[in-house]
């Protein structure tokens, strides 16, 4: 083992400060196992087909949800553990020793900023590139300790980045086992590259961003303008190379125990799935690698589900299956207290006559805390999104609160002067919402930014102009992504509703003193002689 060697002979200044970068990481424990379960006992090192081993990602053929596969992603993948090896464990005549694996997992996965870690994505996934024989416009500065990259990316070249970043997530999160060969389903990731191209290249408005072709599309992005696109909109991204390397690692250590053991965490993933569903997996992903939080972790949970419809749990009202209207709404949102994301599907009513079908996009909202019946803002945080045909974030811009308005018919019958717009919106002010739902769930409105004070601006639909755009709802989807706690919190709710609602139902005669104070006797008087003039007691 990596710290037993250490004790034979001093450490070295080298050693000792990786040693402490590695404990900082809180990984040091874990790399000390890992070294002892790799290592040969005779040579105290680790040879590197042990190593690349190791890093090896196992999988079956990929099933893909978009028709757009390129047909080197599998292979691509093959050369995943060996390009991770070759660029930063060093090797001498006997192998890898402990300090080659600390100087290794140090600079791939120490503490290090965003840009750094992404610049180091690219690093592997252009060697594992070259591996395959087929060339890179990616250029990599030599002996460089801020690894400068320039150079640019095609949009398929970007479609494969970021489907390897997927598969190393989805092993972190599906496999138990080393040996294991799950089903790896490639998510339909196009609003994610088309967010790049219209972010880093120069695109005019005629550019078709529902017909195009990803995998053919010749345009050249600049990887400058790449990391700042990831930075800002997908800044999670980076972590998912870490990730990985523990896992494996952790794998490592347990394959003892795990020995035989070929059950995946999530089953089989179908690719037919979520196809019904508006959050999709691809769609999921996209939104779970913009927040840093607790939210980012339960949309993941959703990603690699074995059946993303069967969870009930989280998907608290869909208007296709609960029904349309604000009511209907209601009912099934009232009482969660947590997160929630509403996805809602579109179509503009004076745009694309002729093919609506093709043209339907989806924006959606996370709010910070449930809905309210009030007739003014309210909320503490959240973000817009721009999620089909294109993909982007619109994050609080801090110059105003107005997060949400959720506002139902009052119920007693009080005259208002000036009634406040029933319906539920996000930004903007009164009567100028940036997004608008009318009661009906039938007519949706997205105004122009300039409206909106609270979210960053930007276009929601594509090809937005100044004036606002009516369009019809095909869709609505509400996911509580508060955990399991705010879900039984809002059923407990929802019994004690029931049970007072079916309380209020029951009339019980015995309460009444007399039969003249009965309900039957007020009745029956009133039958008899509806005209007949009465004392009224003062």
């Given amino acids: 083992m990596g710290a037993s060697s250490s004790t034979e002979q001093p450490a070295s200044a080298e050693q000792r400060e990786l040693e402490n970068i590695a404990a900082s990481t809180g990984a040091l424990p874990l790399l000390q196992k890992s070294f002892s379960n790799l290592s040969d006992p005779q040579t105290n090192a680790i040879s590197v087909q042990t190593l690349q081993q190791c890093f090896h990602l196992c999988y079956e053929d990929p099933v893909c949800e978009s028709q757009q596969k390129p ?20 090797s001498e005549k006997g192998g890898i020793n402990w300090l080659g694996f600390l100087g290794g997992y140090v600079k791939c996965c120490g503490r290090m900023s965003t840009s750094m870690s992404l610049n180091i994505l690219l690093r592997i996934f252009a060697m594992a590139v070259k591996k395959l024989g087929l060339s890179s416009n990616l ?7 801020d690894c400068k990259i320039n150079g640019s990316l095609l949009p398929s070249d970007l479609l494969l980045l970021l489907w390897m970043c997927w598969a ?27 967010s790049t191209v219209v972010a880093c290249a120069e695109v005019d408005s005629s550019f078709d961003l529902w017909n195009c072709d990803i995998v053919g599309l010749d345009v050249q992005l600049p990887v400058g303008k790449f990391l700042n696109w990831a930075i800002t909109t997908a800044p999670i991204l980076s972590d998912c190379l870490t990730q990985y390397v523990n896992r494996r690692l952790q794998i490592s250590v347990l394959a003892e125990d795990e020995a035989g053991s070929s059950e995946s965490i999530s089953g089989d993933m179908s690719p037919n799935a979520s196809q019904a569903l508006l959050l ?12 840093r939080s607790t939210i980012s972790e339960e949309i993941l949970k959703l ?15 869909r208007s296709s299956t609960h029904g349309k209207g604000l009511n209907r709404f209601w009912s099934n949102v009232e009482g969660y207290h947590g997160p929630l994301l509403v996805l809602i599907s579109a179509n503009s009513e004076d745009a694309y ?7 339907k996009w989806i924006i959606g909202a996370l709010t910070q805390q449930g809905f309210e019946n009030k007739d003014t803002f309210y909320g503490g945080s959240g973000n817009l999104y721009a999620i089909s045909p294109i993909f982007h974030v619109f994050s609080p811009s801090g110059k105003e609160k107005n997060y949400v308005y959720s506002h139902l018919h009052p119920t007693g019958r009080v005259y208002e002067s000036h009634p406040k717009p029933v319906g539920i919106a996000f930004g903007g002010t009164t ?13 949706l409105t997205v105004r122009h930014h300039a409206m909106d004070k609270t979210y ?7 090809n937005q102009g100044f004036l606002p755009v009516e369009a019809s709802i095909s869709e609505v989807e509400v996911w509580g992504l508060g955990g399991k706690t705010a879900k039984e919190v809002q059923d407990s709710y929802k019994k004690r509703e029931e049970l007072f609602t079916e309380q209020r139902r029951k009339v019980d005669l015995k309460t009444f003193a007399t039969w003249d104070d009965s309900p039957e006797k007020m009745m029956m008087d009133m039958m008899g002689d509806p005209n007949r003039v009465q004392r009224e007691d003062r």
């Fill in 353 to 359: 006559q002729d093919n609506n079908k093709a043209r």
């Fill in 303 to 317: 990603c690699f589900s074995a059946d993303i419809v069967g969870t009930d749990e989280n998907l608290l009202y």
């Fill in 456 to 462: 960053q601006p930007g276009s929601l639909i594509p």
């Fill in 280 to 291: 999709t997996r691809g769609r999921a992903w996209a939104i779970s690698l913009a927040p």
């Fill in 168 to 194: 190393m997530l989805w092993n972190v999160r599906t496999l138990k086992s080393s040996e294991r060969k799950g089903n790896l389903l490639l998510p339909d990731i196009n609003h994610l590259v088309l």
């Fill in 431 to 443: 009567t100028n919402e940036r997004v608008f739902i009318d009661e009906d769930f039938a007519k």
């Fill in 71 to 90: 047909e080197s992603f599998p292979r691509l993948l093959d050369h995943l553990g060996s390009s991770i090896v070759d660029l930063f464990f060093l």
């Fill in 139 to 145: 250029e990599f500065e030599p002996d460089d300790a």
